[in-house]
Nanobody
């Protein structure tokens, strides 16, 4: 059973930084394909970044502020978010496709406010 757990969210002031983590357990596969998504109150869930075999593509609204990294030993992917804006306030999720099933975590809340 694959389990996905996001963490690292919190309250940060505009211009601040956070590092989100997406930890995958329950299987020996390495994370080669995954996506970071977010959902703000009253809005649709949207793609933030997609990682495919080591290449990361970011949504236009990221504007160079976010980067991704990984720890293969921990089977964890990170999203480093810098220069955060109030519009970045949302619940952030990661999606792991595996064996024709999309596994989602419970999300982690990011709030950008002064």
């Amino acid at each position: 059973q694959v389990q996905v757990v996001e963490s690292g969210g919190g309250l940060v002031q505009p211009g601040g930084s956070l590092r989100l983590s997406c930890a995958v357990s329950g299987s020996s596969f390495r994370i080669n394909v995954m996506g970071w998504y977010r959902q703000a109150p009253g809005k649709e869930r949207e793609l933030v970044a997609s990682i495919t075999r080591g290449r990361t593509n970011y949504a236009d609204f990221v504007e160079g502020r976010f980067t991704s990294s990984r720890d293969n030993v921990k089977n964890t992917v990170y999203l480093h978010m810098n220069r955060l804006k109030p519009d970045d306030t949302a619940v952030y999720y990661c999606k792991i496709p595996f064996s024709q099933i999309d596994y989602w975590g419970q999300g982690t809340q990011v709030t950008v406010s002064s």
